[in-house]
């Protein structure tokens, strides 16, 4: 079993539509959850973290499910420039900010 | 603002050809890191350090080494280039404070695409 596994996608949906991608670890031990955001050819960019209450920012909603053992990002109203692969990311240890990467999920968001 | 430079950008290489990655950043991270990113797969973890004169191997070391003889320096050397090693290389640097929710996330370079004939 991967150490996290993401559904690849590929998700295309209208601008304006709601869209939730799921993350689920392995490592209960787990202690950082991070959603990144890359474009095609480009390098990783830290989109949020991930808070155990759920935390929220503009359209983005990320919540963290210990018991589960799953991540999720929720984009709220897509806009064409949300297109983009989204990676989920854990820091499994805690320590040595070692961090594991999903392989991503791809949104393109159509006109 | 740099951030983290990596050079060079692109590189074509033979195979059992060496080359030596360069990263660079100027925001004065403890923690530097290489990866490698593959078609279909996560990035991957080579080899990382927790500060200067300091480095230890993460998830697929096998074929790489590193030196941090600077602080603001991370080398990453192939020295007989394989074409399994075919690959987009990133960079990575971050404070060594904080943990759970104070975690300091990861700033990344914008890649090295290498290729191994």
């Known amino acids: 079993r991967k150490e996290v596994e993401q559904d690849p996608g590929p998700f295309n949906v209208p601008e304006g539509a709601t869209v939730a991608f799921n993350c689920t670890y392995s490592n209960s031990a787990s202690q950082s959850f991070f959603w990144y955001r890359q474009d095609c050819r480009k390098e990783p960019k830290l989109l949020m973290s991930v808070y155990s209450s759920g935390n929220e920012d503009g359209r983005f909603t990320a919540q963290l499910n210990r018991a589960s053992q799953y991540i999720s990002l929720l984009i709220r109203d897509s806009k064409l420039s949300d297109s983009a692969t989204y990676l989920c990311v854990v820091n499994p240890s805690g320590s040595a900010r070692q961090l594991t990467f999903g392989s991503g999920t791809q949104l393109t968001v159509l006109p | 603002n740099a951030g983290v430079t990596q050079t060079p950008k692109f590189r074509v290489l033979k195979t059992g050809q060496s080359m030596t990655l360069l990263c660079a950043q100027d925001?004065?991270?403890?923690?530097m890191y290489w990866y490698r990113q593959d078609p279909g797969m996560g990035l991957r973890l080579i080899h990382y350090?927790?500060?200067?004169?300091?480095?230890a191997k993460g998830e697929v070391p096998d074929g790489y080494n590193v030196s941090r003889l600077k602080k603001q320096n991370f080398l990453l050397g192939l020295e007989s280039a394989a074409p399994s090693q075919t690959s987009v290389y990133f960079c990575?640097?971050?404070?060594?404070?904080?943990?759970?929710?104070?975690?300091?996330?990861?700033?990344f370079g914008d890649g090295t695409r290498l290729s191994i004939l």
């Open positions: 990575a640097s971050s404070y060594s404070s904080g943990t759970g929710v104070f975690y300091q996330p990861q700033h």
């Open positions: 350090s927790v500060g200067e004169g300091t480095t």
């Open positions: 925001m004065n991270h403890e923690y």
